[in-house]
């Protein structure tokens, strides 16, 4: 939560801080936290550039409300479940003379690109908004914050969902793609024919030097371009479809865990310790 809160600067009208509802994530790597508050006659919230994005919406109606992002600016009048969208490179500010309740939502970029990839959008862009309306996305901060509230009485199994349906609506909505692919990036075709590649190969080791060939780059040149344009290190992203197809045979119920380890390329420990850090709960929690 530190971390989060060191990525902007909130005030209400009096300069004090305002009333923090909820604050935090989930156990695990979901990528997202969270930042509810409710700010007492007048608002003001700033950040320069940080290494999240963030996703600010407005709980209730606001009379005046002005708001930067970059050198874009705008003042208007809006109703409750405006959202302003700020990518981690620009630098914003936001502020407003009337009691207003708001929630933030930060997202490591790394976990969008990871997203658009599987997506087989592998450049998306998330877009600026200094004010748009989407229903679906406000449920969801919504969703977020109450959890973050009450403790995470749904366990970060739900969290993590909410936090992908979350992300693939910004990924629908609210992204672009740029007209030409940059020189030194992943094709979609490549990121593809390697996503198969380690499919077939689960139980198997998996060198970074075998994905190096498929794509037609030295060991060291992959690397860097699959981090890019993934938003993973090739290593990650071989345990992310190992858990998930470990996961897929917890939830089926037929395998032990040791059948498990071995068929998706895991020791049981290497399994059980993945599992924990990345889901925040044991095997025998996320089987249940």
């Known amino acids: 939560m530190l971390e989060l809160v060191s990525e902007f600067s909130a005030a209400q009208e009096d300069g004090g801080l305002p009333t923090t509802l909820s604050a935090g994530s989930a156990p695990g790597e979901s990528g997202v936290c969270v930042f509810n508050a409710y ?3 007048g608002m003001h919230i700033a950040a320069g550039r940080r290494r999240r994005h963030h996703v600010c919406f ?4 606001c009379s005046r409300f002005e708001c930067r992002i970059a050198d874009r600016t705008m003042r208007h009048e809006p109703r409750s479940g405006m959202v302003a969208i700020c990518p981690a490179e620009s630098d914003y500010v936001a502020d407003s003379d009337r009691s ?5 939502i930060a997202i490591d970029p790394g976990q969008l690109t990871l997203a658009a990839a599987e997506d087989s959008a592998l450049d998306a862009q998330l877009v600026d ?8 996305l406000f449920d969801l901060a919504r969703g977020l914050a109450s959890e973050s509230e009450r403790g995470y009485p749904n366990g970060p ?8 349906a979350l992300i693939d609506g910004l990924l629908d ?7 030409q692919r940059a020189r030194g990036t992943m094709s979609k075709d490549v990121f593809l024919r390697i996503r198969d590649y380690v499919e077939a190969h689960l139980d198997e080791p998996i060198d970074v030097g075998a994905l190096a060939d498929i794509a037609g780059r030295s060991p060291f040149h992959f690397t860097r371009v699959f981090a890019r344009a993934v938003g ?3 290593h990650r992203y071989v345990v992310r479809l190992r858990l998930e197809r470990a996961v897929e045979l917890m939830r089926d119920g037929r395998s032990g865990l040791a059948e498990i380890a071995a068929c998706t390329g895991f020791a049981d420990q290497s399994l059980s310790r993945w599992v924990r850090r990345v889901y925040g709960v044991s095997p025998t929690e996320l089987a249940a």
């Open 58 to 61: 407005q709980i209730g109606d």
């Open 173 to 179: 909505r609210h992204t672009a793609r740029p007209e």
């Open 232 to 234: 993973v290190s090739p």
């Open 100 to 104: 207003v309740e708001a929630i933030l």
């Open 157 to 164: 199994l739900f969290w993590n969902a909410t936090v992908r």
């Open 39 to 41: 700010f007492r006659n």
């Open 129 to 136: 908004r200094l004010s748009s309306y989407d229903q679906a």
